[in-house]
């Protein structure tokens, strides 16, 4: 298994690098652009949609890139007026007539057909190519995959949250299978706090924390949110070292169980 190397992205047939890049933590468009350079194209312009990736992107379009990209854009909306609307001001924002996905935010239960009947209205006319959805409810995206309507499924899965091994990734079907895309790999930073850690432990790295993700062989692209070129630079290593080793492996397991057994709250 080579980091490195580019997959493809499930029933997509998108080509698609392992580490992707989200918008909302501040890093500058030099960082993006260093990033797209190495092979990362899965762009997440989502929740917060900060400037310095639209500028990144605009200026990869700009050197007849565009479709070496994989550009998603997503919606939290409820109201299907409004999730149209802001989407289209999105890709104007970003000097753009489609994205790639359109990934519906923080669904646990399945979206209402009203709902559905216009995402795919909106990918008739052209706003999109692959529809992709995102929650915390693992038992509801195999469920979801069996009406083969949705694309991309985005799966929190870390060193702490693990559920996704028994109640997701088996579940999936091998024929048709959609991409899946993890994120929270370091568990908003705490798989990288001194404070949370086992007795006489030191913390992973950023980037064993998505080595970890992507070791997972069900696991196609694993996002991650540097908040500079420094943090960038330190995510992009995963490329280079690569799977974790069967230490590294239980290194990861043994502070992820610890971190889980004192922070119930987040649940399983």
Request: proline share 6%.
């Amino acid at each position: 298994m080579d980091f490195s190397q580019a997959t493809i992205l499930g029933r997509t047939g998108l080509r698609v690098g392992r580490l992707g890049v989200a918008a909302s933590f501040g890093a500058t468009a030099k960082a993006f652009e260093e990033a797209f350079e190495r092979g990362c194209n899965y762009f997440y312009w989502g929740s917060i949609r900060k400037s310095p990736m639209a500028e990144a992107i605009k200026n990869i379009c700009a050197q007849g890139k565009r479709d070496e990209l994989i550009i998603v854009l997503q919606s939290y909306s409820r109201s299907t007026f409004l999730m149209e609307a802001y989407f289209e001001k999105a890709l104007q924002a970003l000097g753009m007539d489609h994205a790639d996905i359109l990934l519906l935010g923080w669904y646990n239960t399945r979206p209402s057909q009203r709902f559905l009947d216009k995402a795919l209205a909106m990918k008739e006319k052209g706003l999109y190519r692959f529809l992709a959805l995102s929650g915390h409810n693992r038992k509801l995206f195999p469920e979801l995959a069996k009406e083969g309507l949705f694309d991309v499924f985005h799966v929190r899965y870390n060193a702490a949250h693990r559920g996704a091994e028994q109640e997701t990734f088996p579940y999936l079907p091998v024929e048709g299978r959609p991409g899946i895309v993890t994120y929270t790999a370091t568990r908003w930073r705490q798989l990288l706090n001194p404070k949370k850690m086992p007795p006489g432990e030191v913390p992973p790295s950023a980037s064993d924390c998505y080595r970890f993700a992507l070791s997972n062989p069900a696991v196609d692209v694993c996002l991650c949110g540097p908040k500079d070129q420094i943090q960038m630079r330190k995510a992009l290593k995963t490329l280079e070292l690569g799977p974790l080793s069967p230490d590294e492996m239980e290194r990861m397991k043994k502070i992820g169980d610890y971190i889980h057994s004192h922070s119930l709250k987040f649940g399983l």
